[in-house]
């Protein structure tokens, strides 16, 4: 610790002090990402078109700090519909290299473009006539000579106030790839849906990916009763399928309508008969339904609309063949 600057006290450790360095690191960095903007040129759409056109996959390199930038841009690059994957320079020189194959391209990134591990791996992509992508911020370097292409990330300073840590070289690195990365789905068409499949895992999967079908309760653990039922019957379906509905199915199995937790409410108020009351004269028709191959986020919508909590699900000939409700849908992550 730095007595004259560091002690407990000292500018450097006071609250202005630590938001100065904080706001200055951001600056720096900031104005390092804009000046990006006057240097996308014919060289970045010729990287993207090498890309587009790659018949294998984008291999992405880089040593220390650059790697770890490279290993988010080939995970960008692979969610949004190009294939890729890191390739770790000091493992490529120890048997990693036959990863490469021809028909893929190459993306390396080094700031000096002196970077021993990744010059290493020169000779051996130029045999293999594989395109390669230089990021770098020296473009009169090893790499960059080598390259079909030089994206030039160079910056004026970093953002560490000894200039040595990478910080903004690598926010400018990663932006760069980004960069590529959008300008490349957006060129392939690349849709919300084809997001989803990429991350069925994720919430944007599940709300793109899911299908009422999926989610719903089938066969005994559908709530249903005849139209000449009785009421007091179905309040006795309604409780023990737990959903808060039933549904008035005829003979068929087609649905005539429903009765809800809503509609009990609104009968208590009238001189009803539990005993003596049928399904068809309290239902309500037709009711409330969704089809199986609806979105289950759509059943979320239909719900928040409606303010109702389940929902019957009725094939094109009106057939009652499922049922879900708002914890289902919970349980599967689409709300």
């Keep these: 610790m730095n007595a004259a600057t560091d002690a407990p006290g000292s500018p450097a450790t006071t609250d202005a ?12 960095e900031a104005t390092a990402v804009e000046s990006l903007l006057e240097r996308l040129d014919a060289r970045f759409a010729a990287a993207c078109r090498l890309c587009l056109a790659c018949a294998g996959r984008i291999v992405v390199t880089g040593m220390g700090k650059s790697g770890h930038i490279g290993g988010k841009i080939a995970a960008t690059l692979a969610s949004t519909g190009s294939p890729s994957f890191f390739l770790h320079p000091a493992e490529a020189s120890h048997g990693d290299l036959g990863m490469i194959t021809r028909g893929d391209v190459v993306v390396a990134i080094s700031n000096s473009g002196e970077t021993p591990e990744v010059v290493t791996l020169l000779p051996h992509l130029s ?10 911020g020296a473009t009169d370097s090893t790499l960059a ?19 040595l840590a990478p910080t903004a070289s690598t926010t400018v690195t990663l ?3 980004d960069a590529l990365a959008v300008a490349i789905l957006d060129a392939r068409g690349f849709t919300e849906q084809d997001f989803a499949r990429s991350h069925p895992g994720g919430a944007l999967g599940r709300r793109l990916l899911l ?22 019957e179905g309040l006795v379906e309604m409780s023990r399928k737990g959903l808060g509905l039933t549904v008035i199915v005829d003979e068929s199995g087609r649905s005539l309508g429903v009765f809800t937790d809503g509609d009990l409410r609104r009968i208590l108020d009238q001189p009803v ?34 303010r109702i909590t389940a929902l019957p699900v009725i094939d094109t000939a009106g057939r009652l063949i499922g049922a ?11 709300m």
């Design 17 to 28: 002090g630590l938001l100065a360095a904080g706001r200055r690191a951001l600056r720096i």
């Design 127 to 136: 045999r293999l006539g594989v395109p390669l992508i230089a990021m770098t």
């Design 145 to 163: 000579r080598a390259a079909a292409v030089v994206l030039d990330i160079s910056v004026p300073e970093e953002a560490c106030p000894l200039n």
């Design 175 to 177: 932006a760069m790839g």
């Design 324 to 334: 879900l409700n708002v914890h289902d849908l919970l349980r599967a992550g689409v």
């Design 211 to 232: 299908h009422v079908e999926d989610v719903m309760r089938r066969g005994d653990d559908i709530p249903r009763v005849a139209p000449d039922a009785l009421l007091k």
């Design 273 to 306: 008969d539990v005993q003596r009351t049928r399904m068809a004269e309290v239902m309500t028709s037709p009711g409330k339904a969704i089809g199986p191959r609806e979105l289950a986020a759509e059943a979320v919508h239909m719900m928040e609309l409606h």
